[in-house]
């Protein structure tokens, strides 16, 4: 069974103030998979929440279903 959170992906990025910029973070199968109660490595179906924001208390999400 697989944490309910794990950092997969992280990118420090220093910005002047006013400015913005695009950050580009790659998330592949592995990044989802996990051993499964028959011991396999594998991507379960079922939903999955994508987070990713400024800080832990400013985070958005969006939902990946896996079918």
């Not at 697989?2 to 400015?19: P, W």
Request: charged share 30%.
């Amino acid at each position: 069974m697989a944490a309910r959170q794990e950092l997969r992906a992280f990118a420090r990025v220093t910005l002047d103030a006013g400015t913005t910029t695009v950050v580009r973070l790659r998330l592949g199968g592995d990044d989802l998979a996990a051993v499964t109660r028959d011991l396999r490595f594998a991507v379960e179906p079922g939903r999955y929440e994508v987070e990713a924001g400024e800080s832990s208390g400013a985070l958005r999400a969006a939902v990946l279903d896996i079918v």
